[in-house]
């Protein structure tokens, strides 16, 4: 049988493997969103799980001491630490930052949870406000599309102008070959 002091290792190696692999997510993040899971069940979980990770994202749920550790150094959330009180699950977003947020925000109208508590977009912190307003943006594909329409438009509309002043003079052309091809 093993000892208290074993026993105590034991749990603090786990501990540290913990830290280190949300350390991991941390650095490979572009964004993290920190969220109150309280009153999901098992498979609403679960499902939210699996739908962000099509999203290219993971929600991890673990003690908010091991979360707050993992960001030690990387992030000064010493202004959100009180909103580490309950129970917290991270949403980890790796790509595109928008199609996760609509995920969880669909998940969030719902169900009426998890509630969001932050998040940490780019390095630096936003609030949940601002997170629910960054989900009801477009996908990035779409506004790399938007933004390709626009800048393609004074180009498009210089090649009609361009091209019209080209098809009147065909036309007049050809309008005074018929009058004298006609007489």
Same mark, same amino acid.
């Given at each position: 049988? +093993?000892?208290?002091?074993?026993?105590?290792?034991?749990?603090?190696?786990?501990?540290?493997? #913990? %830290? !280190?692999? @949300?350390? &991991?997510?941390?650095?490979?993040?572009?964004?993290?969103?920190?969220?109150?899971?309280?009153?999901?069940?098992?498979?609403?979980?679960?499902?939210?799980?699996?739908?962000?990770?099509?999203?290219?994202?993971?929600?991890?749920?673990?003690?908010?001491?091991?979360?707050?550790?993992?960001?030690?150094?990387?992030?000064?959330?010493?202004?959100? +630490?009180?909103?580490?009180?309950?129970?917290?699950?991270?949403?980890?977003?790796?790509?595109? #930052? %928008? !199609?996760? @947020?609509? &995920?969880?925000?669909?998940?969030?109208?719902?169900?009426?949870?998890?509630?969001?508590?932050?998040?940490?977009?780019?390095?630096?912190?936003?609030?949940?406000?601002?997170?629910?307003?960054?989900?009801?943006?477009?996908?990035?594909?779409?506004?790399?599309?938007?933004?390709?329409?626009?800048?393609?438009?004074?180009?498009?509309?210089?090649?009609?102008?361009?091209?019209?002043?080209?098809?009147?003079?065909?036309?007049?052309?050809?309008? #005074?070959?018929?009058?004298?091809?006609?007489?």
């Amino acid at each position: 049988m +093993k000892n208290d002091n074993t026993r105590v290792s034991d749990n603090r190696h786990k501990k540290e493997v #913990i %830290v !280190a692999e @949300l350390v &991991e997510k941390v650095d490979k993040a572009k964004g993290i969103v920190f969220a109150n899971y309280q009153g999901l069940t098992h498979q609403q979980l679960e499902n939210l799980k699996k739908a962000l990770k099509k999203a290219n994202a993971e929600f991890v749920a673990s003690k908010n001491t091991l979360f707050l550790r993992s960001l030690e150094g990387k992030v000064d959330v010493t202004s959100e +630490k009180e909103k580490f009180n309950q129970p917290t699950g991270a949403l980890f977003i790796y790509d595109d #930052i %928008v !199609a996760p @947020l609509k &995920e969880l925000t669909k998940v969030i109208k719902e169900l009426k949870l998890p509630e969001i508590k932050f998040g940490i977009l780019e390095g630096k912190i936003v609030s949940a406000t601002d997170v629910v307003k960054l989900s009801n943006l477009p996908p990035l594909l779409v506004l790399r599309a938007q933004l390709l329409g626009q800048m393609m438009s004074p180009v498009s509309g210089l090649h009609r102008a361009l091209n019209w002043n080209l098809q009147q003079l065909v036309l007049t052309l050809n309008a #005074i070959k018929d009058k004298k091809g006609g007489e």
